[in-house]
């Protein structure tokens, strides 16, 4: 067998391209230009090539299974689609005039093998064909955004564990409440990325049902072992209703809100690290490799990759409203709205596996500046161990913390710290505040009696870190 490759330079390629279509005989006329082009999706469904041949391979064995090719017809089409893969990962695709992947593979297999490639579709219909490749395509990208995920929780591992004996303010409502470590401050955002990862596995989970052998949508008329099909592409299982499977884009949603989510936790964990990054915190440094400078500004250290990862989770969870928006009226079964759909899911997943990989150098590469962390603690951060004191010697704790509330207010009012207000006035509030006062530890012993599980103690913060290193175990 001959086979081409490149582009097709023959003026008269472009021409047997356009006449090429998997329907038409029904039609007298062609379509106007302007409503072809509109229903054209090559530019966009072209990525699923590698995806379209691999399921027609698995169709072709499965037809000769089936009895309806002989075992030469069988290696004749299977030899075919190696070519048409060959070609098309040599560019034989790139400005190709098809309406879609499945005609410009329909159509390179006919000049490989010939008329034979007309048995190919066979039992098979563009609906569960398209459904089928965009299944094989989410369940790759679903592995691939996984890795970055995890290279981006080890990462705020790594910072976490250099960071245990950094202490600094934690904050609610923006405003300083207790003092914390540095590393327990990073597996807060570590934690939710494992939450991220087991709504990945998730929805790849109910991915993995076969449609292909569904035709169009009452099933096939020819008895293929959708099992065997199921195996071969590396579906857990065939699809149970061809109707449903057919117009089914769950998957996509699922996938789609599984990244809307994690964009949102990267947004999240973004925004701190810019705050802390901010001239007026310092608490950290970027590297000048995840910075940028001004155009105008001499001095300036721009943190724009945590700006941009800021900004593309707007675009994932845009995505995903998109794709609701959608799929909120159709029918059962194959509606043309759903050429929409792959559009929505690919820019999810490519803004994604752009945006992890810088996030999680910045991440990797920045410093703690621990000077800064421990000039914002101050002693008016241990008011809470003070209601705690009290409530140890037994004062209710409702009544204990609004002692210490006024024992704050008389510090404000007075311009002083709180372990600054003097014996006298303090014991004048309660008897015991004084000593209490005087015993305030450091920040460390603080931080030590928050020894419940998932607290900022040492033998906690060591204990999350250690199944962390579990959930972070890169995919094999």
């Given amino acids: 067998m ?3 490759t490149g582009m097709e330079t023959d003026p008269k390629a472009g021409e047997a391209a356009a006449e090429h279509r998997l329907w038409g005989g029904r039609f007298v006329e062609g379509m106007e230009a302007a409503a072809a082009e509109l229903n054209r999706s090559l530019p966009v469904d072209y990525r699923l090539w590698p995806q379209d041949v691999r399921a027609s391979k698995a169709w072709v064995k499965a037809l000769a299974r089936a009895g309806v090719l002989q075992p030469e017809e069988e290696a004749q089409l299977c030899d075919g689609l190696e070519c048409v893969a060959q070609r098309l990962a040599d560019g034989a695709g790139v400005g190709a005039p098809d309406e879609d992947v499945h005609t410009l593979v329909e159509r ?18 563009r609906n569960d064909q398209v459904a089928t490749d965009l299944r094989l395509w989410g369940l790759e ?9 995890v290279g981006l929780g080890r990462a705020l591992l790594g910072q976490a564990k250099r960071g245990l004996d950094l202490y600094l303010p ?9 003092p914390v470590r540095w590393g327990y401050v990073l597996l807060a955002h570590a934690w939710p990325l494992t939450r991220d990862r087991a709504r990945l596995a998730d929805a790849a989970r109910r991915m993995a049902e076969l449609p292909l052998g569904s035709g169009a949508l009452a099933g096939s008329s020819v008895t293929v072992d959708r099992d065997f099909l199921a195996g071969t592409l590396g579906f857990d299982r065939p699809a149970s209703n ?6 089914d884009r769950d998957f996509a949603a699922e996938l789609l809100f599984a990244l809307a989510l994690l964009a949102t936790h990267m947004s999240r964990l973004a925004g701190e690290l810019l705050t802390y990054a901010s001239s007026e915190y310092g608490f950290i440094r970027l590297a000048d490799g995840y910075c940028t400078g001004s155009s105008l500004l001499p001095h300036k250290r721009n943190p724009d990759v ?3 990862a800021r900004a593309k989770s707007a675009r994932v969870l845009s995505d995903l409203a998109g794709l609701l928006s959608l799929l909120k009226a159709l029918p059962a079964g194959y509606s043309k709205d759903l050429q929409e759909d792959k559009a929505f899911l690919f820019d999810a997943v490519d803004t994604m596996l752009l945006t992890l990989p810088a996030v999680r150098g910045a991440v990797e590469t920045l410093e703690p500046v621990p000077e800064r962390m421990a000039a914002a603690l101050d002693r008016d951060l241990l008011a809470t161990d003070l209601a705690e004191g009290l409530a140890a010697a037994g004062v209710p704790f409702r009544e204990a913390h609004g002692l210490v509330g006024r024992l704050v207010k008389l510090a404000e009012t007075r311009g002083l710290h709180l372990g600054d207000v003097p014996p006298d006035e303090a014991g004048a509030i309660h008897p015991l505040l004084p000593s209490l006062v005087a015993s305030l530890d450091s920040w460390e012993g ?3 009696r928050r020894d419940s599980a998932g607290g900022s103690s040492g033998a906690s913060v060591a204990a999350q870190i250690l199944r962390l290193e579990g959930e972070f175990q890169m995919p094999s």
């Fill in 2 to 4: 001959t086979r081409r």
């Fill in 108 to 125: 390179l297999l006919y000049q490989e093998v010939g008329e034979l490639a007309g048995k190919l579709n066979t039992g098979r219909s």
């Fill in 141 to 149: 990208a679903s592995d691939a955004v996984e890795r970055e995920l």
């Fill in 170 to 178: 934690g904050y609610t409502h923006g405003q300083r409440a207790q």
């Fill in 242 to 247: 061809a109707l449903d499977v057919t117009g």
């Fill in 306 to 308: 945590f700006e941009l």
């Fill in 446 to 448: 603080s931080i030590e």
